[in-house]
């Protein structure tokens, strides 16, 4: 069973920075696709970005393009996620998403893990 940590979030001014981490237990992410999503209060949980751990292929969504980054560690078996020029509306709970999807990506319900997500907070 696969059990994903992330970490990183906290309260940051607008314009500042946060990196985000994601670390799996019990299974390597050798064969998966990973990916973080988010969800604000009353909103729908979004697509914020995905990578393929092999090939370390990435997708964003346009509302992060040029701002977030994507990244691995094969040998830490983590996730991150540098966030860059926060937002407030970047605020929401942000997820690590796992699994053995080859499409889809953007579609959270394609994905078999989940992590616990960790409070991002951006203050205006």
């Known amino acids: 069973q696969v059990q994903l940590i992330e970490s990183g979030g906290g309260l940051v001014q607008a314009g500042g920075s946060l990196r985000l981490s994601c670390t799996a237990t019990g299974r390597t992410f050798s064969a998966f696709r990973m990916g973080w999503f988010r969800q604000a209060p009353g909103k729908e949980q979004q697509f914020v970005a995905a990578m393929t751990w092999i090939a370390n292929i990435t997708t964003y969504a346009d509302s992060v393009k040029g701002r977030f980054t994507v990244s691995r560690d094969s040998a830490k078996d983590t996730l991150y996620l540098q966030m860059n020029r926060l937002q407030p509306e970047d605020t929401a709970i942000y997820y690590c998403?796992?699994?053995?999807?080859?499409?889809?990506?953007?579609?959270?319900?394609?994905?078999?893990?989940w992590g616990q997500g960790t409070q991002v907070t951006v203050s205006s």
């Open positions: 998403l796992a699994g053995r999807l080859t499409t889809g990506v953007s579609d959270p319900t394609r994905y078999d893990f």
